[in-house]
């Protein structure tokens, strides 16, 4: 009843062009243009360490808008906008294997310090909850890295290089994994985690993206 009050006083609008919509989430024409699941067929080549990596949406717009609003703004409310682009991930998890464990792309110390939060952590953690799927903060930062906007694909692979590790005591000996980021730009990152995995014994490493910055 208060739902539905709220509703009629606040119609749900799309988070980018602000049209009213039925449910919460993207209008119809925006999601068309922004939500669509891909795997990034170019990174798998690139990274040996990376069986299969996905994005779900476009890094652009509106979704742009929302992933800085909650980083930057820390607006906690723009996660259920966001969220309904993790259903463009739901097939993405039928291809996976079925004993999988996620793991978030650890922030860097500074702004995780700043935050106070991990966006990733954040957006992802009820999907893979209702999905069974365990998602552990098991990777850790070794070391502050400087911004990689502004490299090229090798640099950033020479800045990264020994910038993460496995928690003490995490065993991922034989196990299928889930990296799990919220933007993916060259990949430069995800690489490097899952060459950590792969290192500490992972049997196959995968990686997801809520937002890529492919065109
Ligand atoms: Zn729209």
Known sequence: ??????????????????????????CPAC???????????????????????????????????LLRALK???????????????AAGEEVLEELPPSLLAIP??????????RGFNQTEEIFAPWFASYGIP??????????????????RTERRQELRGAFALVD????????????????TTGATLTECARVLRHGGARRVYAIALAGEHR
Request: proline share 5%.
């Open 1 to 26: 009843m208060l739902s539905a009050l709220l509703d009629f006083l606040f119609p749900p609008r799309c988070p980018s062009c602000h049209a009213c919509v039925e449910r919460q989430g993207f």
């Open 169 to 184: 005591g995490a065993d991922v000996q034989g196990k299928d994994l889930l990296l799990v980021d919220d933007i993916m």
């Open 72 to 86: 930057y703004r820390r607006k906690m409310a723009v996660l259920d906008d966001l969220r309904t682009i993790l």
């Open 135 to 152: 998602f552990e903060p098991i990777l850790v930062r070794t070391r502050e890295t400087m911004p990689l906007y502004e490299m090229t």
């Open 105 to 114: 792309v650890p922030l860097a110390m500074q702004r995780q310090k700043e």
């Open 31 to 65: 999601a068309r243009q922004l939500i669509g699941m891909r795997r990034m067929m170019e990174m798998g080549a690139m990274a040996e360490d990376l069986t299969g990596v996905w994005v779900l949406a476009h890094y652009r717009d509106g979704i742009r808008d």
